[in-house]
């Protein structure tokens, strides 16, 4: 009043009820000389609105506590002038910054956000500004070059007249969490040994290919390790499992980014290509592929060599789906492997004609019992002066209604690794008995037939006892036939092989040890097992005539044989100058497409029955 001004203030007084806060407004009303002579105001009781302020307070700094603890960031963004007006202290923990750094008129968001996020970044903001709400991932750097996954929810906010003034967020660190879900994913969609591709991500990727380029050529590779297998038995599986490691990071250093590779399964896998550099074609990179897997592999000290069979398919002139481009590659594979393996084949209309479906083969060996599609076939076997037949080895035959009379070397593995293997040495001995009976009976011919024997079946007790029952059920006398074992039969216990074979010679069976001197220790068999018959194979005969080095080992093999009063079977004859060699050698037996190709029991009985 004595100054002439206004004021305003609050102030508490003392009532029955209890303490209330006034809130006082004053102003001083001059008279002409200028002095004060009245003062006019309102006073307001503010008790309840001062409580409520405080209480709103209390909450702002209890949600500030909040959002400062929690790891995200809360914050506001304003439009108007380009600032953030709001952001908590998440932010120093999320990228490093203080937040006194963030109001700072340089701060610039983009600039922590990942380069290659930048792109779907702008584009959901763009969104933003059109008035939408948007929930989005992508990765930030911290200032110390961490990368972390954050998930930001934006929400526009608009003034009385519809503009959006400002954008209020919530950023989320879940690098954590996204982390384990790559993790889960990449377990599902990639090899656990290899970090290839697996076969459901692979088919994935193609079919999406085929798709969208049905017109786009692309090409399908399908490699397969040769004798895998006896890395795993010999080596044991850890090192078979570093073979197929670094057969893949070979594999990934030839393709780059030409295509994708994949491991199907065991040690088969698949590639495709869809980009070649200038000059270059696919043939040069299936052959890169086989070079590249072919040098040896130094692996905990190993020095491993692996071959590998190479087949190759396109699309769309090799097959319009996938499972015909790998099938079609797969036949290629097969032909390789049928002409010597560490090799790769483009896939030919010729090819198709020359291999085969594995599992269809299996399916369709599994009704040519039932359907009589199996023959048994006899080849000849000469004693040493030519002038008779002494033995006969029986030879299993499958003409099938489709593809006609499939190789013994494409359908025997497949019976093997099947289990049907035993079902055909069921047949061979049961035809064999039914042949040798019919001769004696009607034919008066006598003459020994061989059979060859699985070594999966050869030492189980069920085959024992099958032999025993089909010779009393065509009352045939053992001494008729002899079981020819090779030297993988023999390589398993040393005593239980022995006291098999002895067990089978009580009863009347003879046995051959076939391919002899393709083992690694062929001789010490001879002194191990009691062998009735050796048959030398037919790699040491072939072109004999022209090969010193192999006339010296079959001379040797000779000398010994003689020694051990071990009859020696030579088979493979092909021409009159390795039967001229063998005669003075005086080989005990002869056998070959010379005198005569494995041929029907009908045939065989016109000619020497």
Same mark, same amino acid.
């Given at each position: 009043?004595?100054?002439?001004?206004?004021?305003?203030?609050?102030?508490?007084?003392?009532?029955?009820?209890?303490?209330?806060?006034?809130?006082?407004?004053?102003?001083?009303?001059?008279?002409?000389?200028?002095?004060?002579?009245?003062?006019?105001?309102?006073?307001?009781?503010?008790?309840? *609105?001062?409580?409520?302020?405080?209480?709103?307070?209390?909450?702002?700094?209890?949600?500030?506590?909040?959002?400062?603890?929690?790891?995200?960031? +809360?914050?506001?963004?304003?439009?108007?002038?380009?600032?953030?007006?709001?952001?908590?202290?998440?932010?120093?923990?999320?990228?490093?910054?203080?937040?006194?750094?963030?109001?700072?008129?340089?701060?610039?968001?983009?600039?922590?956000?990942?380069?290659?996020?930048?792109?779907?970044?702008?584009?959901?903001?763009?969104?933003?500004?059109?008035?939408?709400?948007?929930?989005?991932?992508?990765?930030?750097?911290?200032?110390?070059?961490?990368?972390?996954?954050?998930?930001?929810?934006?929400?526009?906010? /608009?003034?009385?007249?519809?503009?959006?003034?400002?954008?209020?967020?919530?950023? +989320?660190?879940?690098?954590?969490?996204?982390?384990?879900? &790559?993790?889960?994913?990449?377990?599902?969609?990639?090899?656990?040994?290899?970090?290839?591709?697996?076969?459901?991500?692979?088919?994935?990727?193609?079919?999406?290919?085929?798709?969208?380029?049905?017109?786009?050529?692309?090409?399908?590779?399908?490699?397969?390790?040769?004798?895998?297998?006896?890395? @795993?038995?010999?080596?044991?599986?850890?090192?078979?499992?570093?073979?197929?490691?670094?057969?893949?990071?070979?594999?990934?250093?030839?393709? &780059?980014?030409?295509?994708?590779?994949?491991?199907?399964?065991?040690?088969?896998?698949?590639?495709?290509?869809?980009?070649?550099?200038?000059?270059?074609?696919?043939?040069?990179?299936?052959?890169?592929?086989?070079?590249?897997?072919?040098?040896?592999?130094?692996?905990?000290?190993?020095?491993?060599?692996?071959?590998?069979?190479?087949?190759?398919?396109?699309?769309?002139?090799?097959?319009?789906?996938?499972?015909?481009?790998?099938?079609?590659?797969?036949?290629?594979?097969?032909?390789?492997?049928?002409?010597?393996?560490?090799?790769?084949?483009?896939?030919?209309?010729?090819?198709?004609?020359?291999? /085969?479906?594995?599992?269809?083969?299996?399916?369709? *060996?599994?009704?040519?019992?039932?359907?009589?599609? *199996?023959?048994?076939?006899?080849?000849?076997?000469?004693? @040493?002066?030519?002038? &008779?037949? #002494?033995?006969?080895?029986?030879?299993?035959?499958?003409?099938?209604?489709?593809?006609?009379?499939?190789?013994?070397?494409?359908?025997?593995?497949?019976?093997?690794?099947?289990?049907?293997?035993?079902?055909?040495?069921?047949?061979?001995?049961?035809?064999?008995?039914?042949?040798?009976?019919?001769?004696?009976?009607?034919?008066?011919?006598?003459?020994?037939?061989?059979?060859?024997?699985?070594?999966?079946?050869?030492?189980?007790?069920?085959?024992?006892?099958?032999?025993?029952?089909?010779?009393?059920?065509?009352?045939?006398?053992?001494?008729?036939?002899?079981?020819?074992?090779?030297?993988?039969?023999?390589?398993?216990?040393?005593?239980?092989?022995?006291?098999?074979?002895?067990?089978?010679?009580?009863?009347?069976?003879?046995?051959?040890?076939?391919?002899?001197?393709?083992?690694?220790?062929?001789?010490?068999?001879?002194?191990?097992?009691?062998?009735?018959?050796?048959?030398?194979?037919?790699?040491?005969?072939?072109?004999?005539?022209?090969?010193?080095?192999?006339? #010296?080992?079959?001379?040797?093999?000779?000398?010994?044989?003689?020694?051990?009063?071990?009859?020696?079977?030579?088979?493979?004859?092909?021409?009159?100058?390795?039967?001229?060699?063998?005669?003075?050698?005086?080989?005990?037996?002869?056998?070959?497409?010379?005198?005569?190709?494995?041929?029907?029991?009908?045939?065989?009985?016109?000619?020497?029955?």
């Amino acid at each position: 009043m004595e100054h002439g001004t206004s004021y305003e203030m609050d102030y508490r007084i003392k009532t029955q009820s209890g303490i209330r806060t006034l809130h006082v407004r004053g102003d001083s009303i001059l008279n002409d000389n200028g002095d004060p002579v009245r003062l006019i105001g309102i006073i307001q009781d503010v008790t309840k *609105l001062r409580g409520l302020e405080k209480d709103l307070s209390i909450n702002r700094e209890r949600l500030q506590k909040i959002y400062d603890s929690l790891d995200m960031i +809360v914050c506001s963004f304003n439009l108007d002038n380009r600032r953030l007006e709001y952001v908590s202290k998440g932010i120093e923990r999320m990228i490093d910054v203080t937040v006194e750094q963030v109001y700072q008129d340089d701060f610039n968001w983009l600039r922590y956000i990942h380069p290659e996020d930048l792109t779907s970044f702008s584009r959901n903001r763009r969104q933003i500004l059109r008035g939408e709400k948007v929930k989005h991932e992508y990765r930030i750097l911290s200032k110390a070059g961490q990368v972390k996954w954050v998930e930001e929810q934006a929400i526009p906010i /608009f003034d009385h007249n519809g503009k959006i003034t400002q954008i209020d967020g919530v950023l +989320v660190d879940f690098t954590e969490r996204k982390l384990h879900e &790559q993790e889960v994913e990449f377990i599902a969609n990639h090899d656990q040994i290899t970090g290839l591709k697996n076969r459901r991500n692979f088919e994935t990727y193609i079919n999406n290919i085929m798709n969208q380029r049905k017109k786009q050529p692309f090409w399908i590779i399908y490699l397969d390790l040769d004798n895998f297998k006896s890395i @795993n038995e010999s080596l044991g599986y850890d090192i078979g499992d570093k073979v197929l490691t670094l057969t893949a990071t070979r594999m990934d250093h030839v393709i &780059q980014d030409r295509g994708i590779c994949a491991r199907l399964s065991g040690d088969e896998f698949v590639i495709m290509v869809n980009r070649l550099k200038d000059d270059e074609s696919i043939e040069d990179i299936a052959q890169r592929l086989k070079d590249s897997l072919e040098r040896k592999m130094l692996i905990d000290e190993y020095q491993i060599q692996v071959t590998s069979s190479i087949g190759v398919s396109q699309f769309p002139n090799h097959g319009h789906t996938l499972n015909d481009l790998i099938n079609n590659a797969d036949r290629a594979v097969h032909y390789v492997k049928t002409i010597g393996k560490n090799s790769w084949q483009m896939f030919e209309e010729d090819v198709e004609k020359q291999t /085969f479906n594995d599992y269809e083969l299996e399916q369709d *060996l599994n009704f040519a019992f039932e359907n009589n599609e *199996l023959e048994l076939y006899l080849q000849p076997i000469y004693c @040493n002066e030519l002038k &008779q037949v #002494a033995l006969a080895e029986a030879l299993i035959r499958w003409k099938h209604p489709k593809h006609g009379y499939v190789p013994p070397n494409v359908f025997i593995p497949i019976a093997e690794k099947s289990g049907l293997i035993h079902r055909i040495d069921h047949f061979v001995l049961r035809k064999t008995c039914e042949t040798i009976r019919r001769w004696r009976d009607d034919i008066g011919l006598n003459i020994s037939i061989t059979n060859n024997l699985s070594p999966k079946r050869f030492l189980r007790q069920s085959f024992k006892d099958y032999v025993l029952s089909t010779l009393e059920h065509y009352q045939v006398d053992a001494s008729n036939i002899i079981f020819e074992i090779t030297e993988t039969a023999l390589i398993h216990d040393h005593e239980l092989v022995n006291n098999t074979i002895n067990d089978f010679r009580n009863i009347g069976f003879r046995f051959a040890l076939d391919d002899f001197g393709t083992g690694y220790s062929s001789i010490a068999h001879l002194s191990l097992f009691n062998i009735d018959l050796l048959k030398i194979d037919r790699q040491f005969i072939q072109n004999i005539d022209q090969n010193v080095k192999n006339q #010296a080992i079959l001379r040797g093999i000779s000398h010994f044989t003689n020694e051990l009063n071990i009859p020696m079977i030579a088979e493979g004859i092909e021409s009159k100058e390795e039967l001229k060699f063998l005669q003075t050698l005086d080989c005990d037996y002869y056998q070959g497409f010379y005198f005569r190709k494995p041929c029907s029991i009908v045939q065989f009985e016109e000619q020497y029955g």
